[in-house]
């Protein structure tokens, strides 16, 4: 959190003191400078005054416009300067809840550094859209080139990409070559990643596509999902409920585990009670399954060479596979005692 020198609610309090009554009172309950720290909207104070929501947009930008043409304001120039520095700091475009909070923790004293930051010359801001948060901006160059590789980062993910976050950091900074030496620090970086509504990072500090269940967790499978993918081996169902719990803090019942990793093709039953990922390259199906897949993709193979790759898709007792190879409904064996799949 910054150190500001200047107390935002005295500067605001010195420029509302140039407005007639009326007009310090919709700017107050506007953006919410008074002991009510809600923003009103225009229809809620125009029934206050029994006046158009129109009207109320007019008294606001008449206010704003008065204060900016006074001496009061003018003097308040070093106030302006220092919160331009800070958000220069920052990156040069920030995320707006960002902003607030970096420069104080207090509700009612951000509604007042927001007023400042209307008022000031230096400072553009941009809403929320479709792509991007609310912003605010004080170098248009750094701005354009942010928005821009932000939307080349987002065509370059699929929707099941999951990034650990130095490697986002680093492919962000691709894009960015041409941005100024005193950016290119990884705060920054995460700041700009932040301003983005279309990519965001899981409860674990893995990026990806915001829309995607593998980031944006939702439910007992996406949490399933990632601790068995931050765990980077197959889990017993009963060790999947209680990883979520300690990581995620959010409780799983064993069999409502067990129930929804069966229904998701994210995971495969690998053993008893085992789970894997079939990113990893598991496959769903019996031993029997595996085995003929195996078969057909390599050709015939020895009784060891069977087991030795079946045991790397599946956790189950090496007598299990020597049982189903013994099936020749499925399975024959040629006279140098090699394995093939019956066609």
Known sequence: ???????????TKRLLAVLSDRARDVVVSRFGLGTDTERKTLEAIGAKYKITRERVRQIENYAIASI???????????????LREHIVALGGIVCEDGLLTY?????????????????????RREKEDEHFKHRWIVDE?????????????????????LVPEGEMVASFLE????????????????RWLSISKAIKSNPLGEWGVASSPNVSARGIRDYAFLVIRRHGSPMHFTEVAKAILEVFGKKAHTATCHNELIKDSRFVLVGRGLYALTEWGYEKG????????????????????????VLKERHVKENTILVNLQNPSFFKRDTKGRYAAVA
Do not use: C
């Open 286 to 309: 019996v031993v029997r399954d595996v085995i003929k897949k195996i078969l057909k993709k390599e050709g015939p193979l020895t009784k060891d060479q069977v087991v030795d790759k």
């Open 141 to 161: 160059a750094v701005a354009k080139q942010v928005h821009e590789s932000l939307h080349k980062l987002y065509d370059g993910l699929s929707h099941d990409d």
């Open 103 to 123: 420069l104080s923790p207090n509700e009612s004293v951000q509604n007042h550094i927001n007023f400042l930051l209307v008022l000031g010359d230096f400072f």
């Open 175 to 190: 894009y960015l070559k041409g941005i100024s030496e005193q950016y290119k620090n990884e705060e920054i970086i995460k």
């Open 1 to 11: 959190m910054a150190t500001i020198t200047f107390n935002p609610k005295q500067v």
């Open 68 to 82: 900016k043409k006074s001496d009061v304001y003018h003097k308040e120039a070093v106030v302006m300067e220092e």
